[in-house]
T-cell receptor
Framework: AQKVTQAQTEISVVEKEDVTLDCVYE???????LFWYKQPPSGELVFLIR??????QNEISGRYSWNFQKSTSSFNFTITASQVVDSAVYFC??????????????FGTGTRLLVSP | KAGVTQTPRYLIKTRGQQVTLSCSPI?????VSWYQQTPGQGLQFLFE???????NKGNFPGRFSGRQFSNSRSEMNVSTLELGDSALYLC???????????????FGPGTRLTVT
């Protein structure tokens, strides 16, 4: 069975601090996808990134960066120089990547990030 | 492109009633999935539809059902509502074509259902 663990329930930082959100996953699949989503108070889940299991290259997008380590089954997300607008709940998710075409996202419990001015 | 739209955004129903929620996917997206979000259980997969057929279903009772139309729009129905069905119901769409990007699900704003 697939499982995603986000051990940090809530993180509070002051604006301009760097913050890392942890994600650890479990799967028996050799090929899978990992995702991060942001959920602001409005409720909509905003897609941030997809990572393939065979691509361990880290990715940077502006102030956001992701560190994927297959050896430790982790896919951590770092926000550099945090801003108040980054306040939201962040979800890590996992799905298989078989050729069935079906897809089911398995989500972690989320980490609530509060950035204070 | 317009995003995923869901109607209604808010709904209040009484125990025992039934409810139908609607979802319009991003133009060109053929797959629609539904998820339930509650404080206790988090985000849980309900089902996925493409080509008007249910392709995958989560661990929910038969009171939860859905369908997809030829234009890829989808509806989900919950019959005999229980208090525990109070949740945010999120719809997501993905394109099905385009390699790995076909696995990127884009979510709508959700329908918040309150059962009293």
């Amino acid at each position: 069975a697939q499982k995603v663990t986000q051990a940090q329930t809530e993180i509070s930082v002051v604006e301009k601090e760097d913050v890392t959100l942890d994600c650890v996953y479990e799967t028996r699949d050799t090929t899978y996808y990992l995702f991060w989503y942001k959920q602001p108070p409005s409720g909509e889940l905003v897609f941030l990134i997809r990572r393939n299991s065979f691509d361990e290259q880290n990715e940077i997008s502006g102030r956001y960066s992701w560190n994927f380590q297959k050896s430790t089954s982790s896919f951590n997300f770092t926000i550099t120089a945090s801003q108040v607008v980054d306040s939201a709940v962040y979800f890590c998710a996992l799905s298989e990547a078989r050729n069935t075409g079906f897809q089911k996202l398995v989500f972690g419990t989320g980490t609530r990030l509060l950035v204070s001015p | 492109k317009a995003g995923v739209t869901q109607t209604p955004r808010y709904l209040i129903k009484t125990r025992g009633q039934q409810v139908t929620l609607s979802c319009s996917p991003i133009s060109g997206h053929r797959s629609v999935s539904w998820y339930q979000q509650t404080p206790g259980q988090g985000l849980q997969f309900l089902f996925e539809y493409f080509s008007e057929t249910q392709r995958n279903k989560g661990n929910f009772p038969g009171r939860f059902s859905g369908r997809q139309f030829s234009n890829s729009r989808s509806e989900m129905n919950v019959s005999t509502l229980e208090l525990g069905d109070s949740a945010l119901y999120l719809c997501a769409s993905r394109p099905l074509a385009g390699g790995a990007s076909s696995y990127e699900q884009y979510f709508g704003p959700g329908t918040r259902l309150t059962v009293t």
